[in-house]
């Protein structure tokens, strides 16, 4: 959505998320997944799901997440939801996993 809709440059996500938090408990990491609607899903690829389970029950240093935002397109509509790391115990019960090319997470809604 970045390079296609605000001209960002195309570039290596080698890290595993799209942007980190410094704090003085440790930093928080998140992987933004935007849509324009609310397909009830994101897809990981091998350095998202490699960052996101080497942090999943890190305490105090660092954590992964994702921000999932929907409607990107429409003002009216748009919105973020912060996700729990789904490789951690609390984050498990959000999503269930769907294999295809890389990793797909179907979001849980509860």
């Not at 080497?54 to 992964?64: D, L, Q, Y």
Request: some cysteine.
């Amino acid at each position: 959505m970045g390079r296609r809709y605000l001209g960002r440059s195309v570039g290596l996500d080698d890290d595993g998320f799209d942007f980190r938090i410094p704090r003085f408990r440790g930093e928080v990491c998140f992987e933004v997944k935007a849509h324009t609607g609310d397909p009830g899903y994101v897809d990981l690829d091998r350095s998202q799901v490699l960052a996101a389970a080497s942090m999943a029950e890190e305490v105090g240093s660092r954590r992964w997440g994702i921000l999932y935002v929907t409607n990107v397109k429409d003002p009216a509509l748009i919105a973020v939801h912060e996700l729990p790391n789904p490789y951690s115990k609390a984050g498990g019960a959000y999503f269930r996993e769907r294999q295809r090319s890389g990793v797909r997470l179907m979001i849980q809604k509860k």
